[in-house]
């Protein structure tokens, strides 16, 4: 099981949408893919059409203390599982405090399904919570849009990452840019381009994603550029971007079901829980 935070301290970077259209590609190649939504404001979820759970039925169980990843229940989705957020998020953050408290998400996961590939999506901002997915993960990817905001926030983002990986996950990897949202018109665009791939070299993705009308009109029915338009260069573009992702994480074939596979709780899209291996 690859763990991925898809992170940047600047909001407005494509970051939420990224999860989405990355999670549906890897699921459309065949990957059992997690999603888990931990922004307080629940903007991923929304995304996806999915009405905010009640508190036990959301990613707030997992700082719960007493339960696993297996025993929460999760949104099947056409193309990926998710895990809700919830506004209760934000009171639950007051109360995690302590040193230790930024290795709850690692210890929930312990007793984690075998996906293929869990992608977190956080707050744009640096959190217990995104502080959790960063000692917790394999990989760090960071979404930038090529203006000076985002990539001041990118750049933070790498400082937190470095952080961490020395103090408290020494096997997280150098975190990697996706340039989102770039216009080629734009000459600041092809400047900021410019200054990270000098600055940090191949740890930029050589794939990157244009301005899109199919992207911009993803909406909360959870559809993506690949129901709107397959052959736009947003699908193009994240179904690039996924290969090369999946490539630098050296995640291997897509995983089925097996005998013995982990059974767990799901959520139909009405809401209404049923037992399903995973994988089938």
């Known amino acids: 099981m690859t763990l991925v935070s898809v992170c940047n301290h600047k909001g407005g970077t494509g970051k939420t949408t990224s999860v989405i259209h990355l999670a549906a590609a890897m699921g459309m190649s ?3 893919v997690l999603v888990v939504d931990l922004d307080p404001q629940c ?3 929304h995304m996806l059409g999915v009405d905010e759970p009640p508190e036990a039925c959301s990613s707030a169980m997992l700082f719960n203390g007493t339960v696993g990843l297996a025993d929460i229940p999760v949104h099947v989705l056409a193309r990926f599982d998710l895990i809700p957020s919830t506004p209760g998020l934000t009171r639950l953050m ?5 040193p230790t408290d930024v290795y709850w998400l690692k210890e929930s996961l312990k007793a984690g399904l075998d996906y293929d590939v869990v992608l977190f999506d956080t707050a744009a901002a640096v959190t217990v919570y995104s502080l959790n997915t960063l000692v917790a993960s394999d990989y760090v990817l960071i979404p930038v849009t090529p203006e000076f905001q985002p990539v001041v926030g990118a750049e933070q983002t790498v400082r937190s990452s470095d ?15 996706l340039f989102t949202q770039v216009d080629f018109r734009k000459r600041s665009h092809r400047t900021y381009r410019q200054y990270l791939r000098g ?11 244009r301005t899109s009308t199919a992207v911009a009109d993803t909406q909360s029915d959870g559809s993506t550029a690949f129901d709107h338009d397959p052959r736009s260069r947003g699908a193009r573009d994240y179904a690039n971007a996924t290969d090369e992702l999946l490539r630098r994480m050296s995640v291997g074939e897509p995983g ?3 005998a013995g596979d982990p059974v767990q709780r799901r959520l139909d899209g009405s809401g209404i829980g049923h037992l399903r291996k ?3």
């Not at 007051?94 to 302590?98: A, D, N, S, V, Y």
């Not at 600055?199 to 990157?208: A, F, I, N, P, Q």
Request: hydrophobic share 35%; aromatic share 10%.
């Open 163 to 177: 952080l961490v990986r020395q103090r408290l996950n020494p096997d997280l990897a150098d975190p990697c840019f």
């Open 43 to 45: 903007f991923l979820t």
């Open 94 to 98: 007051k109360r995690l405090t302590k």
């Open 30 to 32: 065949g990957y059992r």
């Open 278 to 280: 995973v994988g089938s």
């Open 199 to 209: 600055k940090y070299g191949d740890r930029v993705m050589r794939s990157l994603i």
């Open 256 to 258: 089925g079901a097996r």
